[in-house]
């Protein structure tokens, strides 16, 4: 009897063990439920500030998106994006066209009234990227938290952020760099089914593309006609443009539909459909509803790199400075 009593221990020990594994993601620190106790409404203070702002205005939950993304992507998930000041991740040319601070700093004034010294500025980001897309007509995922905010921002670490007319090979590259693959790539990219780019980021594509005297020949002939009536030759690069062209407002899969009709707008988009190793994945996507569970999947895995957890980083008081 007493064997059997301390086999029944080890299994409960074995049990706990792996449902911990379970709740923790990536084994970085970061789990579901982690404010739980210690500020039961995080979620839902955070989803009311996003509904309201994107409720005035659908645009911004293209931004919050981005800005997520842009974060992540330089020193992992830390908020170090969103200070403010000479010299810091939110003044590198790349971040220039960020949106939705705003949403962020009023979120956290909320939490910091409700649980003070509790929630950090990066979990936010990240649970508001995820009300975005839901917002937008996306499918909801569950948002591992415990970030911590990072104490560094500089301007020059933002090089390495995936630009707009990177080949497949340097993108797959720059994802590999974070730890995550083609099928992430071309998941996480599907976030441009929202959203705007500007003219000067495209424009070398319609006029004269890599010298040829004519456009890049990816470009559907159709389409072509619409995108300089756009972006004219001689404009100053600043009109905006759908990256999901008709759907810019909209979570779906015809981002993907039009890649594959040659109306994708950023060549490094374009590239995704042409390129072997990736254009499976956009067939894929565009043909199944598989895109919004995947893109949740892949939201989670990204939202994990790098991350402070423990005593690493700090949580701010406010999102825009260092405590």
């Given at each position: 009897m007493e064997a059997g009593f301390f086999n029944d221990l080890r299994f409960l020990f074995v049990f706990y063990m792996v449902l911990a594994l379970l709740v923790t993601v990536h084994g970085?620190?970061?789990?579901?439920?982690?404010?739980?106790?210690?500020?039961?409404?995080?979620?839902?203070?955070?989803?009311?500030?996003?509904?309201?702002?994107?409720?005035?205005?659908?645009?911004?939950a293209a931004g919050l998106l981005r800005m997520h993304f842009h974060d992540c992507f330089v020193r992992g998930c830390d908020a170090s994006v969103l200070v403010a000041g000479a010299g810091t991740e939110r003044t590198a040319g790349a971040n220039a066209g960020l949106r939705g601070f705003e949403v962020i700093e009023e979120?956290?004034?909320?939490?910091e009234?409700?649980?003070?010294?509790?929630?950090?500025?990066a979990d936010i980001l990240a649970l508001a990227a995820r009300d975005s897309v839901v917002l937008s007509g996306?499918?909801?995922?569950?948002?591992?938290?415990?970030?911590?905010?990072?104490r560094v921002s500089k301007a020059s670490d933002v090089d390495n952020l995936p630009g707009p007319s990177d080949s497949v090979d340097v993108q797959k590259k720059k994802f590999a760099d974070k730890g995550l693959n083609a099928q992430d790539l071309v998941t996480l990219v599907g976030g441009h089914t929202i959203g705007t780019t500007a003219c000067l980021f495209f424009s070398n594509r319609l006029y004269n593309f890599g010298g040829n005297g004519g456009p890049d020949p990816s470009i559907n002939p159709s389409f072509?006609?619409?995108l300089r009536a756009l972006c004219p030759e001689k404009g100053d690069g600043m009109n905006r443009v759908a990256l999901d062209f008709r759907s810019q407002n909209r979570f779906d899969t015809s981002y993907f539909n039009n890649l594959r009709k040659g109306r994708g707008i950023l060549q490094s988009d374009q590239e995704l459909w042409s390129d072997a190793s990736t254009k499976p994945f956009v067939q894929r996507y565009s043909e199944k509803t598989v895109f919004n569970v995947e893109f949740g999947?892949?939201?989670?895995?990204?939202?994990n790199i790098e991350v402070k957890t423990g005593r690493d980083g700090e949580i701010r008081k406010k999102c825009p400075a260092f405590n």
């Amino acid at each position: 009897m007493e064997a059997g009593f301390f086999n029944d221990l080890r299994f409960l020990f074995v049990f706990y063990m792996v449902l911990a594994l379970l709740v923790t993601v990536h084994g970085q620190g970061t789990r579901l439920g982690f404010y739980s106790a210690s500020c039961p409404r995080a979620e839902s203070i955070v989803r009311s500030a996003v509904q309201a702002h994107v409720k005035s205005d659908p645009s911004l939950a293209a931004g919050l998106l981005r800005m997520h993304f842009h974060d992540c992507f330089v020193r992992g998930c830390d908020a170090s994006v969103l200070v403010a000041g000479a010299g810091t991740e939110r003044t590198a040319g790349a971040n220039a066209g960020l949106r939705g601070f705003e949403v962020i700093e009023e979120a956290k004034t909320q939490l910091e009234a409700a649980c003070p010294g509790v929630v950090s500025c990066a979990d936010i980001l990240a649970l508001a990227a995820r009300d975005s897309v839901v917002l937008s007509g996306g499918v909801r995922w569950e948002v591992p938290t415990g970030r911590r905010d990072g104490r560094v921002s500089k301007a020059s670490d933002v090089d390495n952020l995936p630009g707009p007319s990177d080949s497949v090979d340097v993108q797959k590259k720059k994802f590999a760099d974070k730890g995550l693959n083609a099928q992430d790539l071309v998941t996480l990219v599907g976030g441009h089914t929202i959203g705007t780019t500007a003219c000067l980021f495209f424009s070398n594509r319609l006029y004269n593309f890599g010298g040829n005297g004519g456009p890049d020949p990816s470009i559907n002939p159709s389409f072509l006609p619409q995108l300089r009536a756009l972006c004219p030759e001689k404009g100053d690069g600043m009109n905006r443009v759908a990256l999901d062209f008709r759907s810019q407002n909209r979570f779906d899969t015809s981002y993907f539909n039009n890649l594959r009709k040659g109306r994708g707008i950023l060549q490094s988009d374009q590239e995704l459909w042409s390129d072997a190793s990736t254009k499976p994945f956009v067939q894929r996507y565009s043909e199944k509803t598989v895109f919004n569970v995947e893109f949740g999947k892949a939201m989670v895995k990204m939202s994990n790199i790098e991350v402070k957890t423990g005593r690493d980083g700090e949580i701010r008081k406010k999102c825009p400075a260092f405590n």
